[in-house]
Structure formats: structure tokens, C-alpha cells
Nanobody
Framework: QVQLVESGGGLAQTGGSLRLSCVAS????????IGWFRQAPGKEREGASC????????YYADSVKGRFTISRGNGKNTVYLQMNSLKPEDTAVYYC????????????????????????WGQGTQVTVSS
């Protein structure tokens, strides 16, 4: 059974840091990309970052580039999102999800942060950044 479980959210001050974890089970992460997404109240879900399980290549949305870092744990079943220099506009529920396409397809066609290209969403973890 494919499952993704997020943790690590909480309250941070502007300029602070948080690290989110996404633990994957029921599949081999080498063969997919794992993406981090976020959804603020009243807004659509948007992609923040993704990592390709085959070669650990990474991709970031412009809104988080230079501040967030996505990585895989040594066991490869955990994907982290290190969030630095947090801003109030980063406040959202953060989700991780698995790509619909395999990692090799994504390497040929390029990474995607379109939520429609992902499934097996976790339950989400709340991140709140105070000003």
C-alpha cells in the first residue's frame, strides 16, 4: 500500500527555519519523483519543490528558490524539505506526493510541479510563519 506521511510543521518567526519530513512506504522511491506542495487558505495548491528518485535531481518554484532545499535521506524512503528564511507568505499546509510518471520519464521530459501530475497525497502538515 502506497503511503506518504508528512511531519515537521509548526510555528516559526519570519526569517526562521523549519524542516519537513515525508516518509514514503509501499513503493521504491528510486522510480518516482517526490514533490512538496503547499496550499494556503483560499488559494490553489502549488508546487514548491520536487526531487527525482533516480538521480536525486531537484527542481524549485521561483517563490522558494534559494531558501528551500529538498533532499533524500540515506535510507531513501524519506524526503526532507529544509525551509530557511521563512516569510509570512510561506504559511500554508504542506503536502508531499508521488509523481504519476516514473523517474526515467521525468528525466526525459523534465520535472514538473503541477499537482495534477502527482498522486498518493499525504495528510499534510501545517506551517505558520508569524511576522
Amino acid at each position: 500500500q502506497v503511503q506518504l506521511v508528512e511531519s515537521g510543521g509548526g510555528l516559526a518567526q519570519t526569517g526562521g527555519s523549519l524542516r519537513l519530513s515525508c516518509v514514503a512506504s509501499g513503493f521504491t522511491t528510486d522510480y518516482y519523483a517526490i514533490g512538496w506542495f503547499r496550499q494556503a487558505p483560499g488559494k490553489e495548491r502549488e508546487g514548491a519543490s520536487c526531487i527525482n528518485g533516480w538521480d536525486s535531481s531537484t527542481y524549485y518554484a521561483d517563490s522558494v528558490k534559494g531558501r528551500f532545499t529538498i533532499s533524500r535521506g540515506n535510507g531513501k524512503n524519506t524526503v526532507y524539505l529544509q525551509m530557511n528564511s521563512l516569510k509570512p507568505e510561506d504559511t500554508a499546509v504542506y503536502y508531499c506526493a508521488r509523481s504519476l510518471s516514473g523517474s526515467e520519464v521525468l528525466l526525459r521530459h523534465g520535472p514538473t510541479l503541477d499537482p495534477i501530475e502527482y498522486d498518493n497525497w499525504g495528510q499534510g502538515t501545517q506551517v505558520t510563519v508569524s511576522s
